[in-house]
DNA sequence: TAATATGATTAGGCTATACTAATCAGATTA
DNA sequence: TAATCTGATTAGTATAGCCTAATCATATTA
């Protein structure tokens, strides 16, 4: 086979779509994502990781500045919200559609997040109806690769009497995920915090508009992003 | 990582599931699979096949037999038997939940037959119902590696007067899937040779039971394999 | 400012998969 | 049987990942 004849614009490996990924959570407000970050979090030694930076910069996914970080072009950014695309499609088809659950559908869509063709995501997309949020309540990116960028707070940090939407859940880890599910603590809930302990301590909070009662200690309230919602919508009389 | 701590029994890869398939499709009746034909089937040079060859046989999934072929152990026959489930099975998913065509489905499933876990698979098996065979026909290895042997005659080479069930299309491009299935030969419908024109002429049949007429040159005809069907059974009145 | 600690990079290898060019084995034909 | 043809194999390379060990750059601390 000629090299000539091959596709110019050959598709992403495996590895390579992982690796964006990987930078754009880690480098999401504009910063650089580390070496040693990427390494982590790809389970990989941290001289592979500068290895593939030299070939993603090559490219052109990438910028790098040694010893200070990566960040993605314009095209790189577009190839990373492409895969979170596929993966957040996948993860609500095959809860909605194939009776998986919060916890487990994580790493059955980061395999498949590789193997399908844009034809079937869109098929998959709608067939949901166009959704716009995942499981976890994260943003779908459209198919041209633009993302909600929502102004959320971890409701460790939110303010006491505040009406809030709990609207992402910051872990995959299925454990906690399944907690959380117990708690009745998922994306769309409503909620007022009703007092917080100090020096790191839980957090109380009612559930709106039933009233009950949990009780969130630190590690949890950090993952769990809230949204403020307007008093004078919906549920106001319920307080 | 310490090559002690992974996986005693590592998953395979991409490109050694392919090879088994082909190895299986092309030593169907116990035969041997020439060098030649699996590069062929696999579009890669010949000698890439004698390295995989030699990986494999020591390995213990194929039998090699040098200048004569390959055959699969009974190891490497399971799992081109397990790949081979997924593939039909990911077929039929995507044709009846996702509506894809007929044409259309195998370069998908192709893809995604390395990349969906076992619990996946069968949770599209049981969603499907269990099904037996896929949109060609084909039957679909149980998850315990059997399948079925059907007794198929190739249309070309069918009695007159005989009837017949269509069971399989050996085929799986997409136009010539698109023809046969504008002329409603697809698996499942009944039909008689009413007449043959010699010397490799085409075969003219009649549908059951609607009667009506199709002229079936010799190229297709060799690719309609057909199961005899017991007279006394259904659809004898409608003759 | 000098010494040290941390984190990033280079050097040098390993494996799986592919390739081309050269050679070898077996089958066919003269 | 000898010559030839076909198809299979070996030899030698390439690339994309990964690794460990060694080195280098920057930031922090004394």
Redesign the interface.
């Known amino acids: 086979?000629n090299a000539l004849l091959r596709d110019a614009n050959p598709p992403l490996t495996r590895s390579v779509e992982d690796y964006l990924k990987v930078i754009y959570h880690l480098s999401n407000q504009g910063g650089f994502a580390a070496t040693s970050d990427i390494a982590a979090m790809l389970?990989v030694a941290p001289p592979s990781v500068s290895g593939m930076v030299k070939r993603l910069s090559e490219t052109g996914l990438i910028e790098h500045v040694p010893y200070r970080g990566v960040q993605l072009t314009a095209q790189g950014r577009r190839a990373a919200l492409k895969m979170i695309r596929r993966h957040r499609i996948l993860e609500l088809y095959?809860t909605q559609?194939?009776?998986?659950d919060w916890g487990g559908v994580h790493?059955?869509a980061e395999?498949?997040e590789?193997?399908?063709?844009d034809?079937?995501v869109e098929?998959?997309a709608s067939?949901l109806g166009h959704p716009l949020y995942d499981p976890h309540g994260d943003p779908i990116p459209t198919a041209a690769g633009e993302i909600e960028e929502a102004e959320l707070v971890p409701l460790a940090d939110a303010a006491v009497g505040l009406k809030l939407e709990l609207r992402q859940v910051g872990t995959q880890d299925s454990a906690r995920l399944h907690y959380l599910a117990e708690q009745g603590l998922t994306p769309g809930v409503l909620l007022t915090v009703s007092e917080r302990q100090p020096f790191n301590g839980p957090t109380t909070i009612a559930l709106v508009p039933s009233g009950d009662r949990r009780v969130v200690g630190r590690e949890l309230a950090q993952l769990l992003w809230c949204r403020e919602v307007p008093v004078d919508g919906y549920g106001a009389a319920a307080r």
Chains 1, 2 share one sequence.
């Open positions: 086979m389970e095959l559609h194939l009776g998986y790493a059955e395999q498949l590789h193997a399908v063709s034809e079937l098929r998959m067939t």
